[in-house]
T-cell receptor, first 113, second 113 residues
Framework: NAGVTQTPKFQVLKTGQSMTLQCAQD?????MYWYRQDPGMGLRLIYY???????DKGEVPNGYNVSRLNKREFSLRLESAAPSQTSVYFC????????????FGNGTRLTVT | AQKITQTQPGMFVQEKEAVTLDCTYD???????LFWYKQPSSGEMIFLIY??????QNATEGRYSLNFQKARKSANLVISASQLGDSAMYFC??????????FGTGTSLTVIP
């Protein structure tokens, strides 16, 4: 079982460059999420998609866009990267059942110089 | 207001001893779920234990138990018989009706041999 697969694992960007983080899950989950993790701040929600065809902003959406391509895939795009976006990014998925936990990908470590 | 508060940035415990990691939450929903995750130094997020707001019994999973005090809005994680492999960051999270998951800032646990 692959679970949640994120690519790439590492990325270095220059300020102003763009990139897309890819995420796919094979657990038939309806909901998918993008979080960023910064030291001392826990995980903060960027965007989420409760079900295919819907996306909603989380706590820190500025500078990001998302696409729920289909039920399996949920991508995160940085249009013009800034040093403040240096972080570890996690994709996660879950069933709609309120007792279901988040299943995480292994994370993407992004550095913006 | 913070949805999830973890007031212990760092904790130390002697091997084979029990340790309690604190978590308080804030919600006006009647139905919600509480989760604990472990993040070892390798970076992956590992789901440990779940407690539903209507569950009358405290959740247990092996050496992990959740001390749920609904009136106090606390959901503390108890790890019994600590092992060296328990050294990690631990995150408390809450899922509300709207399918968003909120995370605390985490507690770094170090198990001392």
């Amino acid at each position: 079982n692959a679970g949640v697969t994120q690519t790439p694992k590492f990325q270095v960007l220059k300020t102003g460059q763009s990139m897309t983080l890819q995420c796919a899950q094979d657990m038939n989950h309806n909901s998918m999420y993008w979080y960023r993790q910064d030291p001392g701040m826990g995980l903060r929600l960027i965007y989420y998609s409760a079900s295919e065809g819907t996306t909603d902003k989380g706590e820190v959406p500025n500078g990001y866009n998302v696409s729920r391509l289909n039920k399996r895939e949920f991508s995160l795009r940085l249009e013009s990267a800034a040093p403040s976006q240096t972080s570890v990014y996690f994709c996660a998925s879950s069933k709609l059942d309120s007792s279901s936990p988040l299943h995480f990908g292994n994370g993407t470590r992004l550095t913006v110089t | 207001a913070q949805k999830i508060t973890q007031t212990q940035p760092g904790m130390f415990v002697q091997e084979k001893e029990a340790v309690t990691l604190d978590c308080t939450y804030d919600t006006s929903d009647q139905s919600y779920g509480l989760f604990w995750y472990k993040q070892p130094s390798s970076g992956e997020m590992i789901f440990l234990i779940y407690q539903g707001s209507y569950d009358e019994q405290n959740a247990t999973e092996g050496r992990y138990s959740l001390n749920f005090q609904k009136a106090r809005k606390s959901a503390n994680l108890v790890i019994s018989a600590s092992q060296l492999g328990d050294s990690a960051m631990y995150f408390c999270a809450m899922r509300e009706f709207g399918n968003q998951f909120y995370f605390g800032t985490g507690t770094s646990l170090t198990v001392i041999p």
